[in-house]
């Protein structure tokens, strides 16, 4: 998992750390889930604060089988994953 870790995911950081290896990053803009290599469910983040706009999360994600799109969402998730740090608690 790549994450920005914040005041308001850090104990959810923190636990999931004892299961998968979790990396830290700044300024993302966006999400993205990968499954199986084969369709990409993303969209855009909020902070905590925007309990408004996540109301709407459902109709702001895009959910795709496109090859290309997941192609090129694998490729930024590895640029990005090996550009970040690790997590420790």
């Not at 950081?13 to 300024?27: D, H, T, V």
Request: hydrophobic residues 40%.
């Amino acid at each position: 998992m790549l994450t920005e870790i914040m005041p308001s995911n850090l104990k959810k950081a923190n636990y999931l750390s004892k299961f998968i290896e979790i990396r830290r990053s700044q300024g993302l803009l966006f999400y993205f889930i990968i499954c199986d290599k084969e369709r990409v469910l993303f969209g855009p983040a909020f902070l905590p604060s925007d309990y408004r706009a996540r109301s709407d999360r459902k109709e702001l994600d895009i959910w795709t089988y496109n090859p290309r799109f997941v192609e090129g969402r694998y490729a930024m998730f590895e640029s990005l994953w090996q550009a970040s740090k690790k997590f420790s608690d």
